[in-house]
């Protein structure tokens, strides 16, 4: 089994008295595209800055390609592409002098992709990073995170500020990029629907800890909602079933979450004088809700 | 080399404002000439320098008198011994306080430590981009003297303000080490600034002291020894410079710790 580009063993961060993180343990296998969700302080941030080497855990280890984070390290930092949550470009600069200083320190920089993606993004070279609006610096920061090559892409909230044009144009870029490369992209949202769209592993985590991980399917299928309609008023009490949960309704009209043995729920329902039944999609904003809910 | 490049593009519009500032200042020393050697006649420098000395006995008052001598002493005493020490002192307070201060205050800091540089390189670029403008600003302000001096008619001593200079500059690379120092121990240019400042006080005391006088940098700075032709205090310098280098591992090790 290939190594995981990213290992999280335990991994504790505190600020004074509050604990940001607490055991948090992870793996992200390589090129995948890994979706980091959580509620504002859930830790989400720290995580991704303890990756990069720039905060230290106070307990346990962060591995990245194999080795253990112990500090900024440039020779890990220059296969990882990093688009911050944050403003972090330097305003008096053009984006010109902001690709020169970063250049010399990435020895697979594609030229023709900064070419490219200067076009593209349509971001003018010589207007000063203060004149930009948030998107522009946003698709100014993928472009360096991208024309590095990265083995990594970590993005810590991408898209935020971001007006859906642009957010739909962010994703189909990053899709675009993992199509014909083989990087792992790691990123945390709050937009859940661009996370379900594009990533294939999601973790959800709350309080600094793991709350669930699991392959985008797996996650959908394991909290299957099922919407019924009986021929006949049915009591409540009459539907105690093993592994079904009663959302909402009364009389003839239920809403179910089914978990654990799905199949075997759906026959002991059936036995009942159903209409009709149908599967409701769930989307990860249910799931997310429902997971936040939970613990 | 990126990261010289990116100093240089933050700093290059100070070096011009430094060049500019100074040099002006320079040649209003030249421009005041005419009228100080008509106001200060030999017994009006006396009647002012005794007068200085009782009122102000803390001071270190160099003789006055001497100071209008020459073209040279004159321009020496009012460029080198004062305006220049004085505004590269400001100077430097103002070009180290934001390094580190700055970038930590506007989130830049995140952009360059998540980047492979290493922490010795981003230090190290600071530092020497900042010295060197620091250095090109002196000399520049200084050496336009040459070609104004011969313009008005007057010789001009080159060894002087050359050795000048060489003693000064290992203290303002001192002063502007620990200026660098204290920028890493805040977030906030302003409380970096202030604090440098409260240092260079600090620093100035003993100016103060006729007893400890010859332990103040600004008295090194202002080179009075090189009038009274006693030669540079080469221990002095190398001194200053081996305290830069402790200010500059300090520096680095401070860096190192830095969490974006």
């Known amino acids: 089994m290939p190594e995981p580009v990213i290992k999280l063993e335990s991994v504790c961060k505190s600020y004074g008295n509050t604990k940001a993180l607490a055991n948090l343990t992870f793996s992200v296998e390589a090129q995948s595209i890994f979706g980091f969700l959580g509620p504002n302080g859930a830790g989400k941030s720290t995580t991704i800055k303890i990756l990069m080497g720039l905060r230290k855990s106070s307990s346990g280890q962060a591995f990245v390609f194999g080795n253990p984070i112990k500090g900024r390290n440039p020779a890990i930092l220059s296969r990882i592409g990093y688009v911050p949550e944050t403003d972090s470009l330097y305003p008096s600069f053009t984006a010109n002098q902001i690709i020169a200083t970063v250049k010399p320190y990435y020895p697979n920089w594609d030229i023709g992709l900064e070419k490219t993606y200067l076009e593209k993004f349509e971001l003018p070279q010589n207007k000063k990073i203060s004149e930009y609006s948030l998107g522009m610096k946003r698709k100014l920061q993928l472009l360096l995170a991208l024309c590095i090559r990265p083995e990594l892409l970590i993005m810590d909230e991408p898209t935020l500020g971001l007006d859906p044009i642009m957010r739909y144009k962010f994703l189909q870029t990053l899709v675009l990029e993992v199509a014909q490369s083989n990087i792992t992209i790691f990123f945390s949202s709050h937009n859940l629907s661009e996370v379900e769209r594009i990533c294939d592993t999601v973790a959800f985590i709350k309080n600094g800890q793991l709350i669930e991980l699991k392959k985008m399917e797996e996650l959908k299928k394991k909290g299957q909602r099922l919407r019924v309609v009986f021929q006949k008023d049915i009591p409540q009490s009459a539907l105690a079933i093993p592994g079904v949960e009663i959302l909402e309704g009364s009389g003839k009209h239920y809403i179910f979450s089914v978990s654990g043995d799905g199949a075997k729920a759906l026959e002991e329902l059936n036995k009942l004088p159903v209409f009709i039944m149908e599967d409701m999609d769930l989307s990860l904003e249910d799931i997310f809700v429902e997971k936040m809910e939970e613990k | 080399m990126g990261i010289y490049y990116k100093?240089?593009?933050?700093?290059?519009?100070?070096?011009?404002t430094g060049i500019i500032v100074l040099t002006a200042l320079s040649l209003f020393n030249v421009i005041m000439y005419p009228w100080i050697q008509t106001l200060m006649t030999p017994d009006m420098a006396?009647?002012?320098?005794?007068?200085?000395?009782?009122?102000?006995?803390?001071?270190?008052?160099?003789?006055?008198?001497?100071?209008?001598?020459?073209?040279?002493?004159?321009?020496?005493?009012?460029?080198?011994?004062?305006?220049?020490?004085?505004?590269?002192?400001?100077?430097?307070?103002?070009?180290?306080?934001?390094?580190?201060?700055?970038?930590?205050?506007?989130?830049?800091?995140?952009?360059?430590?998540?980047?492979?540089?290493?922490?010795?390189?981003?230090?190290?670029?600071?530092?020497?981009?900042?010295?060197?403008?620091?250095?090109?600003?002196?000399?520049?302000?200084?050496?336009?003297?040459?070609?104004?001096?011969?313009?008005?008619?007057?010789?001009?001593?080159?060894?002087?303000?050359?050795?000048?200079?060489?003693?000064?500059?290992?203290?303002?690379?001192?002063?502007?080490?620990?200026?660098?120092?204290?920028?890493?121990?805040?977030?906030?240019?302003?409380?970096?600034?202030?604090?440098?400042?409260?240092?260079?006080a600090i620093l100035s005391v003993p100016s103060f002291l006729p007893d400890f006088r010859h332990l103040s940098v600004f008295r090194i700075l202002q080179g009075f020894n090189l009038l009274e032709n006693e030669g540079v205090m080469w221990s002095v310098a190398a001194i200053f410079l081996i305290i830069s280098a402790g200010f500059f591992i300090l520096t680095y090790i401070m860096a190192t710790k830095k969490e974006a």
């Open chain 2, 46 to 200: 006396r009647l002012m320098e005794s007068m200085m000395r009782q009122m102000m006995p803390f001071i270190d008052m160099p003789a006055l008198e001497p100071m209008f001598d020459s073209w040279n002493t004159y321009l020496y005493g009012s460029w080198i011994s004062k305006t220049l020490y004085q505004t590269i002192t400001i100077f430097i307070l103002l070009a180290a306080a934001p390094l580190f201060a700055g970038e930590e205050n506007r989130g830049t800091l995140q952009f360059l430590l998540s980047k492979p540089i290493s922490t010795l390189e981003i230090v190290s670029a600071k530092y020497l981009v900042n010295v060197a403008e620091i250095i090109l600003i002196a000399l520049v302000s200084t050496f336009i003297l040459y070609p104004v001096s011969l313009i008005m008619g007057e010789s001009f001593n080159a060894s002087l303000f050359a050795l000048g200079l060489i003693q000064a500059i290992p203290g303002y690379i001192m002063l502007f080490s620990i200026a660098f120092f204290i920028s890493t121990l805040f977030k906030d240019s302003i409380k970096a600034l202030a604090a440098s400042a409260i240092g260079f």
């Open chain 2, 7 to 16: 100093e240089w593009i933050e700093s290059r519009w100070r070096l011009v």
